[in-house]
């Protein structure tokens, strides 16, 4: 088990840009998937983005391609995610996961760890 911590969100215009972090504890962080995911009010959970344990590869939802970039540092325990071009549809809760293995990565349930989430409010 790995503890996460977000930060980073805010109020933010449409058009601008967040950097959202996550901080795990534990020396296993290496091991884990990363993920990023975001439930508006009311709204299920729906996967955002995901990185593999090493950085070298990583997969996005077709709504935030070419707009949103994961990324890790393995070194500091953390994962980023860079959110450009942000819209009033980003708004939500955002949340840092973390999966012991590949499996469908797009499925909340299938993952182990959660840190508490992180507001995101985009204005229109």
């Known amino acids: 088990q790995v503890q996460l911590v977000e930060s980073g969100g805010g109020l933010v215009q449409a058009g601008g840009s967040l950097r959202l972090s996550c901080v795990a504890s534990?020396?296993?962080?290496?091991?884990?998937?990363m993920s990023w995911f975001r439930q508006a009010s009311g709204k299920e959970r729906n996967f955002v983005a995901v990185?593999?344990?090493?950085?070298?590869?990583?997969n996005y939802a077709n709504s935030v391609k070419g707009r949103f970039t994961i990324s890790r540092d393995n070194a500091k325990n953390t994962v980023a995610l860079q959110m450009d071009s942000l819209g009033p549809e980003e708004t939500a809760v955002y949340y840092c996961?973390?999966?012991?293995?590949?499996?469908?990565?797009?499925?909340?349930?299938?993952?182990?760890?959660w840190g508490q989430g992180t507001q995101v409010t985009v204005s229109s």
């Open positions: 996961a973390a999966a012991q293995k590949w499996n469908n990565i797009k499925f909340p349930n299938l993952y182990d760890d």
């Open positions: 534990g020396r296993t962080f290496s091991s884990y998937i």
């Open positions: 990185i593999n344990r090493i950085g070298t590869y990583t």
